[in-house]
């Protein structure tokens, strides 16, 4: 959660400076809005979202009585690893890509590395989601 903060403030001073750019007539483009763009879905949002789930989805505590039901620790981390190493190689590599064969190699790392994340948090959010293991008063 704390770093999906962290980058929506710097997605968002870097878009601000873009538009002050913009504004005073200036070319923007040499600010890497693809870039700015991917760091705030990935680094705010999809950061959010993957923290807000963890924390609030239902608990499975046969499957994870270590863990009071939450989930085996090394998954988060390696969510978190893969998606936030994936994303910055990525701001790095991008603007680097037509120049270097090093900066094509690490860009397509750094997509199989953010895949990656998305899998192993599907993996645990799927386990985790379950009907109820009853009904609410009143419905069918």
Do not use: C
């Given at each position: ?30 600010l890497?809005?693809?870039e ?22 239902p ?38 890509v ?13 997509a ?29």
């Open positions: 959660m704390k770093t999906g903060i962290v980058a929506l403030i710097v997605a968002m001073g870097w878009g601000s400076l873009m538009a002050i750019f913009e504004s005073l007539g200036k070319d923007a483009s040499a890497f809005p693809i700015h763009a991917h760091l705030a879905f990935v680094g705010w949002l999809v950061n959010t979202v993957i923290g807000f789930a963890l924390w609030f989805l608990l499975d505590r046969a499957r994870f009585p270590k863990t009071q039901g939450r989930y085996d620790l090394w998954m988060p981390w390696t969510i978190y690893a893969l998606l936030n190493i994936g994303l910055v190689m990525r701001l790095i590599s991008e603007p680097l037509a120049s270097f064969t090093l900066a094509r190699t690490a860009l397509f790392v750094s199989v590395m953010q895949f990656a994340a998305v899998l192993i948090f599907v993996a645990l959010a799927w386990s985790r989601v379950r009907p109820p293991s009853r009904p609410a008063a009143g419905v069918r």
